[in-house]
């Protein structure tokens, strides 16, 4: 689980997306006003694995976190092998994609 220090960028706007992340602990501020703050539990990275799109925003930590990283591949698996998650990650998605 990688730890990120306060002030860390994690992903980039207009980058290419290979990893979607969980937030175990911290807070993130992300570069898009309409969802400022990520904490534990929140997730970002899902538009740029499952659209094949570059990053849709800056994301920095605010407060040292630990994030759980998963690559596009095991990220593929779980959304195929559990269907829930994969509903609820289109929709946390879609909504996102209104947002831009």
Do not use: W, Y
Request: proline share 4%; glycine share 8%; hydrophobic share 45%.
């Amino acid at each position: 689980m990688p730890r990120e220090a306060t002030g860390a960028t994690v992903v980039k706007e207009g980058t290419v997306g290979a990893s979607f992340f969980l937030v175990l602990k911290g807070a993130l501020e992300v570069g898009v006003a309409t969802r400022p703050r990520l904490g534990v539990g929140d997730c970002f990275g899902e538009l740029a694995l499952l659209f094949g799109r570059p990053r849709s925003a800056t994301v920095r930590v605010v407060v040292e976190a630990e994030l759980a990283e998963m690559h596009r591949q095991d990220f593929e698996t779980l959304l195929t092998q559990h269907p829930t998650i994969q509903n609820q990650v289109r929709e946390v998605a879609e909504h996102r994609l209104h947002e831009i």
